[in-house]
């Protein structure tokens, strides 16, 4: 039976209503700011807003420097900041100005933490080639993408993350981005989402109270309905919904071969009842491999490898970019760099990262590559986390 179904009827049609009337009120909301904020832009730049280029579609008059500081939407201020992306591209970026969201408030101040995921999109693609984001959140790889004139399809189960990158794409005018606003699943039709800004994601264990029923699709769905030619580049941050894309995407990737970019994130994974190998494997069943970055090094990543970091970015090549790029790639991560990343998240300042790193080493104990200085490390950690545990008293 659909999971769906399981929920109460009660919570089923209070949170449909609920979520009805948020939707239809902020995006109208954000329409009409998304208006006069491109009207004031405009003016500010000396920019006719009804102005477009015939070939482009974009404004006609080149963006000059200038920042709109504040402007309030739905009850929260927004901002609007131009960065530089690579091949000399810039672009501006709506975000909220006040944020608990790290990558929200990095941006804040200008610290582009996504910058070196357009170094590689530059490196591995070329204008005008088809790029898809699922979870493009607020929008900081959509916009650079975009910016570098690539044709970007933007997916996010988040109603407001949509909204925000949709005010980028009506500033800067990219008539070459398109917007999904969608989960990924197996199941389409409609999934339990929780909104939670940069952790939002897909309720598996139907544990959240806060979850809203949100609008499913699968990746060949998305490619069919929105693609122009071959999809040349995948970036994936969807919180453990990254192998169901990859299920649901198998046409696309069979005939694009696209360079996948993607979240290995084994608590989330964990959540949708994957692992971190399993979607290591289903990529390899496609003819790719997983490759960890380190700096210009691409360092092969097999299924069941330990992966110490509760989350990191991997690249994925299909085997003509393996050979294509078999300058860059290792094939063997070495035991010296392999303890090295795990000291360096054993002294996390999350706990659950510590946790996580520990119980990663004791489920790989028996692998050649962890050693016993590795399973040394996950003691001190287990001794340091039940030292700061609440003491019992009888």
């Known amino acids: 039976m659909n999971a769906i179904l399981l929920r109460t009827p009660f919570r089923q049609v209070i949170r449909g209503y609920a979520a009805l009337l948020n939707i239809s009120g902020a995006l109208s909301t954000l329409a009409e700011s998304a208006r006069s904020i491109e009207q004031a832009l405009a003016a500010s730049q000396g920019v006719d807003p009804n102005l477009k280029s015939a070939e482009t579609g974009q404004a006609a008059a080149s963006p000059t420097p200038v920042e709109i500081q504040r402007f309030p939407i739905a009850g929260r201020d927004l901002v609007c900041k131009r960065f530089d992306f690579p091949e000399q591209s810039d672009a501006f970026l709506v975000l909220p100005q006040e944020s608990d969201d790290p990558v929200v408030s990095a941006y804040l101040q200008r610290q ?14 070329s204008a005008d080639d088809q790029v898809i984001d699922l979870g493009c959140h607020v929008g900081t790889f959509s916009i650079g993408a975009s910016a570098m004139r690539r044709r970007v399809i933007s997916v996010d189960a988040s109603q407001f993350h949509i909204a925000l990158v949709g005010h980028s ?16 699943s197996q199941r389409e039709g409609t999934v ?18 806060s979850a809203v029923e949100t609008p ?16 040349k580049f995948l970036k994936m941050d969807i919180e453990g919904a990254e192998y169901d894309a990859i299920l649901t995407g198998k046409r696309m990737i069979a005939r694009d071969h696209p ?22 494997s289903i990529l390899e069943s496609y003819g790719y491999r997983s490759y960890r970055i380190e700096g210009p090094r691409w360092i092969y990543a097999p299924p069941g490898q330990l992966q110490p970091e509760m989350w990191v970015d991997m690249i994925a090549l299909s085997a003509q970019d393996q050979a294509k790029y078999a300058a860059r790639i290792c094939n063997h991560w070495q035991p010296d760099e392999i303890l090295q990343k795990c000291r360096e998240w054993a002294a996390s300042p999350h706990e ?7 119980n990663e080493i004791n489920s790989h104990r028996y692998d050649p590559e962890v050693t016993d200085t590795l399973l040394g490390l996950a003691s001190d950690i287990e001794r340091d986390l039940m030292s700061r545990e609440p003491q019992r008293v009888d």
């Open 352 to 358: 659950s990262a510590r946790r996580y790193l520990q």
């Open 192 to 209: 339990w989402f929780d909104e939670d800004g940069l952790f939002g994601a897909v309720d598996f264990l139907g544990h959240s109270s």
């Open 216 to 231: 499913a699709m699968g990746l060949d769905r998305i490619a069919e309905e929105h693609a122009v030619g071959a999809v």
């Open 169 to 184: 794409k009506d500033i800067n005018r990219f008539a070459h981005l398109q917007l999904q606003y969608a989960a990924i």
């Open 112 to 125: 582009e933490l996504n910058a070196y995921m357009l170094e590689v999109l530059s490196e591995t693609t």
């Open 259 to 280: 360079v996948i970019w993607y979240e290995s994130n084994g608590p989330t994974l964990s959540k949708a009842g994957k692992s971190i190998s399993d979607l290591r």
